[in-house]
């Protein structure tokens, strides 16, 4: 009786071999279809040492397919339900929101973008900081809290790019950029009365949105506070501008892609973006009015101070 199961067992064991020619073909879909997120979670989880053209992921990626192609031949004889179960798991996740094809492929084109890109970090490299001129008044006037500031960002968010493919994942980031297009679009620069330094707050510039470079700084990091991101204010020799904290480099790599594909195409066309590593190694990018999109040119590249609103 056990003999007869097993020999059922081994004869539907033997029926689920394919032959060579079809079988080395599912193979190579196989380690194709696996082969990519795999590369995806290691590039996004192993720190980048910067060598030429990314010859670091070229290793890792041919090392991955490498092993993959072997263990896949191990199991060659099942390979059939292995794809079905692959293919099974995928389609669920896609269906319902998970991890599925559509987010491997925008991950992979946003890697494969940022590869191919050039973007200037700036190490601050400072021996002292100088105490933050005004710094009393202007954590005073950032009123984030304020009803008035508070609906400005809200109605802000649902004026811009709320029709970009990947909001749903980069919803903070995206948000953020249609506060920076909106407060530097319609921003109109003025300067203080001759002789004295104006502080005006976050609800007194949307008024009018006009004043100089602390009064848009205040207004930039009070609105952006208000939606939950990280901003700090960076003082320069006669200039003040905001940056926004970027989480990681997988939020960097989404924030590239979304600045010169799809939220600021033309303006950043043949452009390179800009933004401060500090010395936690946390990524800050640019958002100075200087520039018609985030992650222009820094204006000055002397820091003389910076102030820090979580």
């Known amino acids: ?62 090392g991955l397919v490498l092993i993959l192609q ?43 973008y940022n590869m191919m890109q050039s973007s200037t970090p700036q190490d601050i490299i400072i021996n002292k900081l100088l105490p933050f001129p005004n710094k009393n008044l202007i954590t005073k006037a950032i009123e984030y809290d304020k009803p008035q500031v508070r609906n400005f960002a809200l109605l802000t968010t649902t004026k811009h790019f709320t029709k970009t493919p990947s909001f749903s994942k980069n919803r903070q980031l995206i948000q953020s950029f249609a506060i920076f297009k909106e407060i530097r679009t319609r921003w109109n620069y003025v300067n203080d009365p001759k002789g004295r330094e104006y502080i005006a707050t976050a609800s007194e510039s949307l008024e009018h949105f006009s004043g100089d470079c602390e009064d848009y700084s205040v207004l930039m990091a009070a609105s952006l506070k208000a939606i939950g991101a990280s901003v700090r204010l960076i003082h320069t020799k006669g200039h003040m501008y905001p940056e926004l904290l970027i989480k990681n480099t997988q939020e960097l790599e989404a924030a590239i892609y979304l600045i010169k594909e799809e939220l600021f195409k033309n303006q950043s066309h043949n452009k390179e973006l800009f933004y401060h590593l500090d010395d936690r190694g946390q990524i800050w990018l640019n958002l100075d009015y200087t520039a018609t999109y985030p992650g222009g040119p820094f204006m000055s590249e002397e820091i003389l101070g910076q102030l820090t609103i979580y």
């Open 1 to 62: 009786m056990q003999k007869g199961k097993l020999k059922q067992v081994k004869t539907w064991y033997k029926s689920l071999r394919i032959p060579n020619p079809w079988a080395n073909g599912i193979i190579l879909v196989l380690n194709i279809l696996i082969a990519i997120p795999l590369f995806i979670l290691l590039h996004q989880n192993i720190v980048d040492p910067q060598w030429p053209w990314h010859l670091d992921r070229v290793l890792i990626c041919l």
């Open 70 to 112: 072997l263990i896949l031949r191990l199991f060659k004889p099942i390979l059939f339900p292995i794809l079905i179960f692959y293919l099974l798991i995928f389609s669920w996740a896609s269906l319902f929101g998970g991890y599925g094809f559509s987010q491997v492929s925008q991950e992979y084109r946003l890697m494969i």
